[in-house]
Every structure is written in structure tokens, then in C-alpha cells.
């Protein structure tokens, strides 16, 4: 390893000991892994003491481990020696460049410190905020930067987030689980999980809940990059499993939820809730697929369903209506409402199902819903056809 490298490793390895350390990234990657591009290295405060979060990036996906400062040498040695060809190190006395060039030739520049103080290690636990800037999992996931600034980028989700947690907080405090100390919480669809930690940072650690929270999605990359993540933050009581949310079984929850699910995954989600009794069921549905091409314009509304823009609407209008009027068969009381605004994301009408405990007379519920689908020609719409096996078990 060349002179220029060593003194890069051994400027890092002097930031930890003088705790001026910030932060480092790795890039210009060369290795014998096609997929890899960058490497970007934190600090992070856990009960074994302060650790480096290694958080890989890759073409497709991201991966994350913690390690103690003597891993963290030889990792970085091994990654300077066997493919990364720059490095970037951050310190609050000075900013250090490296490259590497062909043949092992290198340059190492120092300049004036882009950061003058640290980053915080530590989760903030005011309640003031339904979402800390600061957090480490916003970090991780590229919301925010080491200083807990919005990235540029990322304002839309920033507030998407905020606005999720402020109204599921509602929710739950006017609901029968307000009273409780323990609360079990399934996000079905989480994708890259920006609101399920949310949710689980609040509830645990603003709100003061016992939580167990699962977050479900197919895709195993973003399981296994949410799982580190989670463990970096040391929510030990979330969990992030693979799986579909038709196929996934479902038993003890209180609240359900399952945003941007794609066309009648939402509707598989709604009966996962109703089957398994939960007390809140909150859905952000998305892609209205089923019923629109099953329409059929009636007479007086011809030449206005005519314009594929409206019928879209109209076909979006009934699914969600629909949706809400089963769960009100099913003994919960309904909401529908614009969560955050279109300018931020236009995936924003929310569906609430909060559970009343009361019985519920089914057939007025029967007959709007029969007469809905009449009028419009609808055969089959998925909810109502999953409830069908609880509600005529024969």
C-alpha cells in the first residue's frame, strides 16, 4: 500500500482517537463487484459503545453494517487496496482527498474543514416533534444530511413523513388503544420503510408505547437494508420480513397499515386487517385498476365517461367508496381524507378504518353496495370478494 494511502488511514485513525472525526466516503469503485458504487462511513452511538456505520451502495440497493474502530481499519484497508479508488475524509480540523490512480499512483490534498462541529450520535427524545431531524435512520436513508439538514431532494418526503406520523398519532390517541401501554403494528407494502421507522420512533420513543412493529415487503434487498438500519438505530422492538402481503399471515395487530400498496393489494391488506381484528386499519391506496375496466357508462353519464381522464376518476371515486362502505359492514366506523398534499405526492387520499366493537347490521350495506356495482357494471371487486369467505364462511 502506497505512502499516500497509509496517510489517509492513518489521518482517519487519528480523527477517532482526537473524536474529530465526521465523516467519510469512499468511491470510484473498481472492484470485482459490478454492482457496488459507493461506501459512505458514520458514527453511531449503541449500547456496546460508539460505533462506524458502514452503509454500502450499490446500483439496486443498499446494505448497512456496524463495526468497532479496530474492524473498521482493516475493512478500510482491505476496501483502498482491492477497488475503491477515492477517498473522502471529514474532519472538524481538516478535509482529506485521496486518489488513486493506475499503476498505484496516488495524490493526497488537505484543505479547510467543510464541518466545524460533529454530527449528534444521539436519538433526540423531546416531544415536542412527532420526527426528529436528527435521527439516525433519516441519515442512513438520505433524508437528511450529518447535520440533520433536509436534503434538497427529499422536502417532499420530509414532510410526507411528518404528516403520516401527526395524523396516525391522532388516530391512535382517539381510538380505544390510546389507554394502552403496548402496541403491535404492521406496515404491509413499506417498501424502503421512511414511515415505518417514523411511526416506531414516535411510538416508542415519544409517545412512550411498548411497540412490536413488523414492516413487510417482497423485496429482499430492502428487507435486509431496513433490518441493518434498524439495528444501527437499536429498535430493537421493529422487524422488517419478506413476503407478500396476499400471502402473509397476519394474527395479532392493532394497527394495520399499508400506503402506496398497488391496486388490490390494498384491498388484500383491508381484509388482513378486518380478518385479524385490528383497531385501526389506515390505507393510502394506489394504481385503481380493478373496476376500471369493468365500467360501463351508464346512459346519463355517456358523454361525460367517454373522456378517459374522467373515467379514471369515477373508477377511483367508487373502488375507494366501495372499500370504505365494506369496512363499515364490517364494524368499523370510516374516514376519507387528503393525508398531505398533492403538491408533495399524488398518491394522498387516506382510508381510516377504526374498530367500533359494535354490531353491525350488514344488509343496508349490502344493498348500496349491490346497487353501486349495478349501476355501473361491475362484476367483481376484490375486498368484497376476499370478505365473502368471513362473512358466508360455507
Request: glycine residues 8%; charged residues 30%; contains cysteine.
Amino acid at each position: 500500500m502506497n505512502e499516500n494511502v497509509e496517510k489517509f488511514i492513518a489521518e482517519f485513525a487519528k480523527s477517532l482517537h482526537e473524536e474529530t472525526f465526521v465523516k467519510m466516503t469512499l468511491g470510484n469503485y473498481k472492484g470485482q463487484d459490478e454492482h457496488l458504487q459507493k461506501l459512505l462511513i458514520r458514527l453511531i452511538t449503541t449500547r456496546k459503545g460508539t460505533r462506524l456505520f458502514f452503509l454500502y451502495r450499490y446500483d439496486t440497493r443498499d446494505t448497512a453494517k456496524n463495526h468497532d474502530f479496530n474492524e473498521s481499519m482493516s475493512l478500510l484497508h482491505d476496501h483502498l487496496s482491492n477497488g475503491f479508488q477515492s477517498g473522502h475524509l471529514f474532519t472538524t480540523e481538516h478535509d482529506w482527498q485521496l486518489d488513486v490512480g493506475k499503476k498505484g499512483k496516488s495524490r493526497l490534498n488537505v484543505g479547510k474543514p467543510t464541518f466545524r462541529s460533529k454530527p449528534s450520535l444521539e436519538h433526540d427524545r423531546t416531544k415536542k416533534r412527532y420526527v426528529n431531524s436528527q435521527s439516525f435512520y433519516l441519515r442512513a436513508l438520505g433524508i437528511t444530511t450529518d447535520q440533520g439538514e433536509v436534503r434538497d431532494k427529499q422536502h417532499d418526503k420530509w414532510k410526507q413523513i411528518n404528516r403520516f406520523v401527526e395524523t396516525l398519532a391522532y388516530l391512535v390517541d382517539k381510538s380505544a388503544l390510546a389507554g394502552r401501554k403496548q402496541l403491535r403494528i404492521v406496515d404491509m407494502g413499506c417498501g424502503k420503510g421512511y414511515l415505518t421507522f417514523a411511526a416506531y420512533d414516535y411510538f416508542k420513543n415519544i409517545h412512550g408505547f411498548e411497540v412490536s412493529m413488523t414492516g413487510v415487503d417482497s423485496r429482499a434487498e430492502l428487507v435486509g437494508l431496513c433490518n441493518d438500519i434498524a439495528r444501527g438505530a437499536e429498535f430493537d422492538g421493529l422487524e422488517f420480513v419478506e413476503g407478500r402481503i396476499d400471502e402473509f399471515e397476519l394474527k395479532d395487530v392493532d394497527v394495520l397499515i399499508a400506503l402506496h400498496a398497488c391496486n388490490t393489494a390494498t384491498d388484500d391488506a383491508i381484509f388482513k386487517g378486518i380478518k385479524a381484528g385490528a383497531e385501526l386499519i389506515v390505507v393510502a391506496p394506489c394504481c385503481h385498476q380493478e373496476l376500471r375496466p369493468q365500467m360501463k357508462a351508464p346512459e346519463m353519464l355517456r358523454d361525460v365517461l367517454k373522456h378517459g381522464i374522467m373515467a379514471e376518476d369515477v373508477a377511483e371515486m367508487i373502488t375507494d367508496g366501495i372499500r370504505a362502505l365494506l369496512l363499515e359492514r364490517s364494524g368499523y366506523s370510516t374516514r376519507i381524507f387528503e393525508f398531505v398534499s398533492t403538491e408533495h405526492t399524488p398518491k394522498n387520499r387516506m382510508i381510516v378504518g377504526t374498530r367500533t366493537g359494535k354490531s353491525t347490521d350488514v344488509e343496508p350495506f349490502v344493498r348500496e353496495i349491490d346497487a353501486i356495482k349495478s349501476f355501473f357494471g361491475i362484476g367483481n371487486q376484490r375486498l368484497e370478494t376476499l370478505l365473502s369467505s368471513l362473512f358466508n364462511p360455507d
